[in-house]
C-alpha cells in the first residue's frame, strides 16, 4: 500500500495547527503520508506499539498519541487465525492494564478500530461488521452508549473539540455526550 495525501485537513493538521502534539505510533505517520504529524514511532508488533505506548504516557507531552496495531489485521485477521487473534488480545489486554494506570486526571483514551477483520470468515478480505468506540477516563460518564455512530470522522471531530481546535472534519463530535 502506498499512501496518498489526504486530500483536505484533518484532524491531525487542526491539532497539529493549535500547537499540539501529535504523536503517531504504528503505521500511522504512513496512512496519512506524515501529515499533521510532529513526532512518530515505527513498531515492530502489536506488543511493541502497546510498550512505546506506555513510555509515551510517561513523557511530557500535550496533544494526541495515535496508536496503530496492526498485527491484529495483518497477522491474524487476514490470516483467518482465531488462536492467534485470541491470544494477541490477551497480549493487548495485559499491556492495556498497564496504559489504563498511568492515565492522568484529564486523560481520555479511545479504542476502536478501522474496520473488521473477523478471524473466523472466509477469504482474504476485510469483513463488514460494525467496530466498538470505546472510550475511558475521568472527564467522561460511564456507561453512556453512543450508538451507531453515521461515521468514523465523529471521532476526529470530537477530538478537535475536546482539544478546542479548530475542526473542518466531515463528522459530528460526541463529546457533549460522553463528557462529565
Same mark, same amino acid.
Given at each position: 500500500d502506498y499512501a496518498l495525501k489526504p486530500y483536505g485537513e484533518t484532524a491531525l493538521d487542526a491539532l497539529k495547527a493549535a500547537g499540539? =502534539?501529535?504523536?503517531?505510533? @504504528?503505521? %500511522?505517520?504512513d496512512i496519512f503520508d506524515g501529515e499533521g504529524i510532529t513526532e512518530a514511532y515505527k513498531s515492530k508488533s502489536s506488543v511493541h506499539g502497546m510498550e512505546q505506548t506506555i513510555e509515551v504516557m510517561d513523557k511530557d507531552f500535550n496533544g494526541l498519541c495515535f496508536v496503530n496495531l496492526v498485527d491484529f489485521d495483518a497477522l491474524w485477521g487476514h490470516r483467518r487465525d482465531p488462536i492467534g487473534y485470541g491470544k494477541e488480545i490477551e497480549r493487548f489486554d495485559e499491556k492495556l492494564g498497564i496504559v489504563l494506570s498511568k492515565l492522568k486526571e484529564n486523560d481520555l483514551l479511545i479504542?476502536? #478500530?478501522?474496520? @473488521?477483520n473477523d478471524p473466523t470468515h472466509s477469504g482474504w478480505d476485510h469483513t463488514r461488521e460494525h467496530v466498538p468506540v470505546v472510550a475511558f477516563g475521568a472527564p467522561i460518564? $460511564?456507561? $453512556?452508549?453512543? @450508538?451507531?455512530? =453515521?461515521?468514523?470522522? =465523529? %471521532? @476526529? #471531530?470530537t477530538v478537535c473539540e475536546l482539544f478546542d481546535a479548530e475542526q473542518t472534519a466531515i463528522g459530528r463530535s460526541f463529546w457533549n455526550e460522553i463528557k462529565r
Open positions: 499540539y =502534539d501529535v504523536i503517531s505510533i @504504528g503505521k %500511522i505517520k479504542l476502536t #478500530a478501522d474496520h @473488521g460518564k $460511564e456507561g $453512556e452508549n453512543l @450508538g451507531i455512530r =453515521d461515521t468514523f470522522a =465523529d %471521532i @476526529g #471531530a
